[in-house]
């Protein structure tokens, strides 16, 4: 059974920081792509950023590159999104997501349905 644990959630001001984290359980992290969607009210869920199993190659939503970078610790089992000059439109629940089928792969997807493990989301509140 794979546990995705997200943290690091908050209010923050306009143009502040935040990183989140999540932690995965599970042997397959270090061989899966991992991703972060987030979802606002009344919105479906969208992609923000993925990662390849290796961390080699990253992918971005037009409207976070530049701002947002994500990353992991295969050591740790841990994916993070580092998100700088946050905007009142960042304000979302944010969820870490994996698709175990992409193992060893250096493709990724930004269809949520592609993802086979989600964790249960944190908080991300920009206020103007």
């Known amino acids: 059974q794979v546990q995705l644990v997200e943290s690091g959630g908050g209010l923050v001001q306009a143009g502040g920081s935040l990183t989140l984290s999540c932690a995965a359980s599970g042997r397959a992290f270090s061989i899966s792509t991992m991703g972060w969607f987030r979802q606002a009210p009344g919105k479906e869920r969208e992609f923000v950023a993925a990662?390849?199993?290796?961390?080699?190659?990253?992918y971005y939503t037009e409207s976070v590159k530049g701002r947002f970078t994500i990353s992991r610790d295969n050591a740790k089992n841990t994916v993070y999104l580092q998100m700088n000059s946050l905007k009142p439109e960042d304000t979302a629940v944010y969820y870490c997501?994996?698709?175990?089928?992409?193992?060893?792969?250096?493709?990724?997807?930004?269809?949520?349905?592609?993802?086979?493990?989600w964790g249960q989301g944190t908080q991300v509140t920009v206020s103007s």
């Open positions: 997501a994996q698709d175990r089928r992409r193992y060893y792969n250096n493709d990724y997807s930004v269809r949520p349905s592609d993802y086979t493990d």
């Open positions: 990662t390849i199993y290796s961390g080699g190659t990253t």
